[in-house]
């Protein structure tokens, strides 16, 4: 096999033809079972833009360093305490968007 034809081979991802007829796993046991509120919830979430999570993230570090120079320590380390938890939104609201609800 040829560099060339090796380094095409490796660009392509062998489960990309699989991922779009993916059907979610059916739940089989109803503990497991989301509720309305839970659904109303990932479909809400689902309609807000993900880059959103990301620029409330930034806006808050931005937001908690200037705090910091300014002299407001204890504000500065509350509000920089946001940016991880909006990053962790944003991840949610990506799965939920990627991978629908059940």
């Known amino acids: 096999m ?10 392509v991802n062998p489960a990309q033809h699989v991922s779009e007829d993916y059907e979610p796993a059916p739940v089989q046991r109803t503990e497991h079972r989301e509720s309305r509120f839970t659904r109303l919830v990932e479909q809400q979430a689902a309609r807000l833009p993900s880059h959103l999570f990301l620029f409330a993230s930034f806006f808050a570090m931005a ?24 990053l962790i939104l944003g991840v949610y609201n ?3 968007k990627t991978m629908g609800t059940r």
């Open 63 to 86: 937001l908690s360093l200037g705090a910091e120079v300014t002299g407001h320590a204890r504000v500065s380390r509350l509000v920089g305490m946001w940016a991880p938890t909006l």
């Open 2 to 11: 040829t560099e060339e034809a090796r380094h095409d081979r490796e660009d």
């Open 94 to 96: 990506k799965m939920v």
